[in-house]
């Protein structure tokens, strides 16, 4: 049996059917090896650390041994423990290099167990670990990460100060061996001086100096060397636009751009791209800690999707990352389910807005109606344009006053941002402003400019809510003023919808306050509520719905719910919510005043919602 998704020539059948047919892969191998890895890691650790069992039959051998053995056996097992616990994710990965390095490794601590502690079931549990990797070295077939050399830098601070708090632990495990009584400062100074193989200022009986020496200098080596590598090594970056695949991305966002609202956010040229065999759908990605997150709907055509799916699925399996979707409609998260077996979980709601039956007319409209009327009496003006018929004069300025006006030090927004201005490129894209004639004056870096809307396109006759930026001394109601311009605007631009800004979890918000509703749903939405003092949940929703939008869900796609966690965090340092990155050097930071986001990179006034 053979299928046709990408019309040119018969295509295997569905993937999920492809993995029923295979069986069960042992996908329990290397977590089983990962987590085994960590235990062999902490007791190597501990081995190093603490002093060998004085009951051992070995004890009478190893004292006369050379003097050496002792410590070198140490700092053995201190450097085989410390580098296991640093492979162990990578193991549970299936990270080929994890692998390799985990093989040298487990029978240097095997050896270290045998000379040091003189443990038979630390060796044996070591050698059977090691033969375990071996046995199944064909799961062990994933790429490297993208990488950049800022890991060296955060190698050296995260295991410098492991090591520095391990190297209290070696100074003072052996109370009865240290000569007076040093204090914490002095204890310090021998961590330190000890992790760059000197001399300090603690001293102790027999050869147990040697051994804490040994092993302070292993832990200072294992530093130096793992940051040095770190920093030698070729780079893996992460995958970006290419002028050719942008422009294939474009070419089929005009064919089909106007099935998704979300489609015009996969041309952010941070994003790596897959295309379907035949060249007619593709899906956009970036990958987070190991997760490939993909935005929104795969683009091109539905037919074709199949196949772009499949090359996202491999690409996902050839480096080991979790795959998920961010945002997806309702039909792409059927597609995407049905092709892969991932399970849908509903995120939220798109607020949407027919142009051509929007009007401030009614009750229901009151609110809005009345704050824009409000601040036209205030004297603000507003201009809805493309983008192409903006001067670049104009443009720099608009571009530099959302820059001013953002509220954070990073551009947030992945899914729903686009991440730019005014590209040459983008010259469909909306742009609505608000101006204060007379108010600008010389020291005003934007002029009489107050607010800034940016819109992508969605197909040839829809608009996609990009940014909201105003200045925080304007007055409140910015956004609402533009948005009503834009829509009241939308027939001279041949706009027939306009997505707004997207609402997590919309329906509970919405069913938690109806009469009638449970404990649970009440208990959920007080927890949404709450959370909102940090992200803006229920006021976004409540914004949205001054407009009176339609709702359309939007889906999150994932492959089991062990990696929701996992996947929420990767989503929100996509989207900017979360820097686990460490600062770069010597850059100077340009102080923000104060903001708020929405959709990716929007913001408005919370005051006014």
């Known amino acids: 049996m053979s299928v046709t998704p990408d019309g040119d020539g018969p295509v295997s059948v569905p993937r999920r059917v492809r993995r029923l047919l295979r069986g069960p892969r042992p996908e329990s191998v290397p977590a089983l090896v990962g987590t085994a890895c960590t235990a062999v890691g902490l007791i190597d650790i501990a081995a190093g650390v603490f002093p060998r069992f004085r009951h051992s039959r070995m004890h009478t051998l190893a004292e006369v041994l050379p003097g050496a053995l002792g410590p070198f056996a140490a700092a053995l097992s201190l450097s085989a423990g410390m580098l296991l616990l640093l492979l162990a994710h990578g193991l549970k990965r299936h990270k080929r290099r994890a692998w390799r390095a985990a093989v040298i490794l487990l029978p240097a601590g095997a050896v270290a167990q045998f000379t040091y502690r003189h443990s038979i ?5 070591s050698l059977a670990l090691c033969w375990l990797l071996v046995r199944h070295r064909d799961q062990f077939r994933a790429l490297p990460d993208p990488r950049s050399r800022w890991r060296a830098l955060a190698n050296f601070v995260l295991l410098g100060a492991g090591s520095l708090g391990l190297g209290l632990i070696i100074v003072s495990v052996h109370p009865g061996r240290i000569l007076g009584d040093p204090s914490i400062a002095d204890r310090l100074q021998h961590v330190l001086y000890g992790l760059f193989g000197v001399e300090g200022p603690v001293g102790y009986a027999g050869r147990t100096g040697w051994t804490v020496a040994y092993s302070l200098g292993a832990l200072g080596l294992l530093t130096a060397v793992t940051t040095i590598y770190l920093a030698l090594r070729p780079e893996h970056p992460a995958a970006r636009l290419t002028e050719d695949d942008e422009s294939r991305l474009r070419a089929l966002l005009e064919r089909h751009g106007g099935r998704d609202s979300l489609g015009h956010f996969a041309l952010r040229r941070d994003k790596g791209v897959v295309f379907s065999p035949s060249g007619k759908a593709a899906v956009c990605y970036r990958v987070v800690s190991g997760v490939m997150l993909a935005g929104g709907d795969p683009i091109g055509d539905v037919e074709a999707w199949p196949g772009a799916i499949e090359r996202f699925m491999d690409e996902a399996q050839a480096h080991s990352w979790a ?10 998260g059927q597609v995407w389910t049905r092709e892969t077996g991932l399970t849908a979980l509903e995120l939220g709601d798109e607020a949407v807005v027919d142009a051509a039956g929007f009007s401030l007319a009614g009750r229901a409209m009151r609110n809005v109606r009345q704050m824009v009327k409000r601040i036209e009496r205030g004297g603000y003006e507003t201009r809805v344009r493309r983008a192409r018929d903006i001067g670049e004069t104009e443009l720099d300025r608009i ?13 947030r927004g992945f899914s729903m941002a686009l991440g730019r201005i005014g590209d040459p490129a983008d010259g469909d894209c909306v742009i609505a402003t608000a101006h ?3 108010s600008g004056t010389e020291d005003s870096p934007h002029g009489d400019l107050k607010a800034v809307l940016h819109f992508v396109p969605w197909g040839r006759d829809g608009l996609s809510l990009e940014l909201m930026r105003r200045d925080r001394s304007a007055d409140p109601g910015m956004n609402e003023l533009l948005i009503v311009a834009s829509l009241q605007a939308a027939e001279k631009l041949g706009v027939a919808r306009v997505s707004l800004n997207f609402a997590m979890f919309r329906s509970a918000l919405a069913r938690g306050e109806r009469l009638g509703a449970g404990p649970v749903l ?12 940090w992200f803006q949940i229920e006021s976004l929703y409540k914004f949205n719905a001054k407009f009176e939008p339609r709702w359309e869900p939007r889906f999150v796609v994932f492959r089991t719910s062990r990696d929701l966690p996992r996947i929420g965090i990767a989503a929100m340092r996509a989207e900017g919510f979360v820097n686990l990155s460490l600062p770069r050097p010597f850059r100077p930071r340009r102080p923000r005043p104060c903001g708020h986001t929405l959709h990716g990179a929007q913001e408005h006034d919370v005051r006014a919602a």
């Open 121 to 125: 079931v630390g060796v044996l549990v």
């Open 399 to 411: 571009r530099r006053a959302a820059a001013d006006w953002r509220g954070t030090d990073t551009e």
């Open 436 to 438: 204060l004639p007379g």
């Open 522 to 533: 009440r208990r959920w939405r007080g927890l949404l509520i709450f959370l909102s003092r």
């Open 323 to 332: 795959p998920a979707v961010m945002g997806c409609s309702e039909t792409g």
